[in-house]
């Protein structure tokens, strides 16, 4: 048997998924996952600066993937509008009206029940949808590709979330601030200042770290 590498096909699979889920293209930049990141990145992402990297791509097409699985055929994804914000909610197998959001992730599972289980990122999406949809529950299915078991199995946990009102409005404020610094930059062409619109361990892995590593040693973080 002989085993020879070959880039060419690699090359072609990533494409085909890219262009399978449209991770290439640009989405609207009010979208309400948007505010979750970095609004820097979601500037230059309007700007095309950089393609997606392999890593991205594969991340992606995984998530997109199992959605696909657990959703109907027939599934239509509404599209809903709130002070400027567009949101998407997951339409899954379960046939209900309730609001119902699937994440995968590659953390154990046997950190589900801790505290900071759920990440900030996710409970700010699932608070702005409830905001939008005029509701305060919100179920939450994770499977993660990493089980408890030896060799690590998926496994699939589901969750109901109550939040109060409070909760929902706090969020929507936060939402709404991130969501004017996105605006003014767009509409300005001025980037917004590098590492002050996002999270530490956002830059790990991010295929503009170069470049706000570079604009900040030169004195052009914020893009000017």
């Known amino acids: 048997m002989e085993r020879v590498e070959n880039p060419e096909l690699q090359r072609l699979a ?3 998924l890219a262009d399978k889920y449209k991770i290439l293209e640009t989405r609207e930049p009010n979208h309400l996952s948007t505010y979750m990141y970095c609004r820097t990145k979601a500037f230059l992402d309007q ?4 393609e997606p990297t392999e890593e991205e791509i594969l991340l992606f097409a995984l998530g997109y993937g199992l959605q696909d699985v ?7 994804t509404p599209v809903l ?4 914000i567009v949101y998407r909610p997951d339409i899954t197998f379960v046939g209900s009206d309730q609001l119902i959001e699937v994440k995968t992730t590659r953390r154990s ?4 029940y801790e505290p900071k289980a759920i990440s900030d990122s996710w409970l700010m999406y699932m608070l702005g949808g409830c905001k939008i949809q005029g509701t305060n529950t919100y179920d939450l299915i994770v499977i993660y590709l ?7 199995f998926p496994q699939l946990y589901a969750d109901t979330i109550t939040f109060t009102f409070e909760e929902i409005e706090l969020n929507w404020a936060t939402i709404k601030e991130r969501k004017v610094v996105l605006d003014t930059a767009l509409e300005s062409g001025i980037m ?12 790990k892995g991010c295929r503009y770290v170069l470049l706000c ?3 900040t040693r030169e004195g052009l973080a914020n893009g000017s």
């Open 14 to 16: 990533v494409r085909w």
């Open 47 to 50: 700007q095309q600066t950089i």
């Open 70 to 76: 657990l959703m109907p055929p027939n599934a239509d």
């Open 81 to 84: 509008e709130l002070e400027g």
């Open 109 to 112: 599972a046997k950190k589900h």
């Open 146 to 152: 990493m089980g408890n078991y030896s060799p690590p």
């Open 192 to 203: 917004p200042v590098a590492y002050e619109h996002c999270e530490p361990w956002e830059c």
């Open 213 to 215: 590593e570079v604009l």
